[in-house]
């Protein structure tokens, strides 16, 4: 009768006899996880047959360049992708040897990314009073999973959805924020938005006013004059956000140049703010004679002030 041989290969007892023949491993079963995500770690399982003719090695071969000898491992993947995992089993008797293999596959994917706010716009870029203002945002989110998006304008909620419309009745400074979520976290951004009055649409294109005309040496405004500077007061009333910078003048014939010019313009101010223009929304001053022309020249058309629109925020600035 042959002597028992006990075997310790990678952590299993495995009994030999002298002298049977060889008989074959064979893998039973292979398991692990279907999926990971990077960095995670998964168990991987393998079986052979008990009977098998001792020694039994394996080796697992995970697709990535790395490989582990035991029935039982642990692996990880730095690198997404699709790998196919590899269990062969094998073991000899003299010069006879066997092997086995089975596999299985696994997916491997980036984990889910929390969504960030790349940007909040707004068209129209200038809000007013009436304009129906539309919200949106640029936001880098994983396609994977919904985002949740939430809204609100001055920590109050609006909206739920991905882009809202807001019709401000009022002037002012509003704080429009943007929540947006998903499993993996949250981000949040808010944009100040500056409501300023309805204007209709002449005043997005006014670039000129009327000029007012002078007789010689003289600072008084004439019935013709006092009505084309009567048609800069309507549309002065009716665009609240233009200011006027009057800027009055002098023909070469003229005496007095810095005093006449200064009061032409002066007057032109006064005209303004009688028929109700607040005076913070006009400035003037005398330019002097007019430079460059000669005395021969009609000198009447220099004789004038000129009222030039401005945004009030230009002219505050400039003030």
């Known amino acids: 009768m042959q002597p028992l041989l006990l075997l310790f290969i ?3 007892v495995f009994i030999a006899t002298g002298c049977a023949s060889l008989k074959p491993v064979q893998v039973v079963e292979v398991s692990g996880p279907d999926s990971l995500l990077t960095n995670e770690e998964g168990t991987f399982t393998a079986s052979v047959t008990p009977e098998a003719t001792q020694p039994v090695s394996g080796v697992w071969d995970f697709g990535d360049g790395t490989r582990a000898d035991t029935l039982v491992a642990q692996h990880s993947y730095s690198v997404a992708g699709l ?11 003299g010069d006879d040897t066997a092997s086995d293999s089975r596999s299985l596959e696994v997916v491997v994917e980036e984990p889910i990314r929390a969504p960030s706010i790349v ?28 985002t949740g998006y939430s809204w609100s ?22 704080e429009v924020g ?31 006013l009327n000029p ?15 009505n084309a500077l009567m048609e800069n007061v309507e549309i002065l009333n ?12 002098v023909d070469p014939n003229e005496r007095r140049a810095d005093e006449l ?23 003037a001053a005398g330019a002097g004679r007019v430079e460059g022309v000669s005395r021969k020249e009609g000198a009447a058309q220099f004789r004038r002030t000129d009222s030039t629109p401005m945004s009030c925020s230009v002219l505050g600035d400039a003030s």
Do not use: W
């Open 153 to 174: 304008i001055d920590a109050d909620p609006v909206s739920s959805e991905k882009t809202f419309s807001h019709t401000f009745p009022n002037t002012g400074e509003y």
């Open 119 to 146: 940007s909040i716009d707004h068209d129209p870029m200038k809000v007013d009073t009436r304009s129906n203002a539309t919200f949106s945002a640029r936001v880098d989110e994983d396609a994977r999973e919904v």
């Open 238 to 249: 009716v665009c609240p956000n233009t200011c006027v910078s009057v800027t009055g003048y």
């Open 10 to 12: 990678a952590g299993f």
């Open 178 to 208: 943007l929540t947006v979520a998903n499993t993996a976290g949250s981000d949040s951004r808010s944009v100040t938005v500056d409501v300023h009055p309805y204007e209709a649409e002449i005043c997005r294109d006014l670039t000129d």
């Open 261 to 283: 010019s200064s009061a032409r313009a002066k007057v032109v101010e006064a005209f303004y703010t009688e028929q109700g223009v607040p005076a913070s929304r006009v400035e």
């Open 83 to 93: 790998y196919e995992v590899t269990f062969t089993a094998s073991n000899r008797k």
């Open 212 to 226: 007012a005309f002078f007789d010689r040496n003289s600072s008084e405004l004439s019935d013709d004059t006092r």
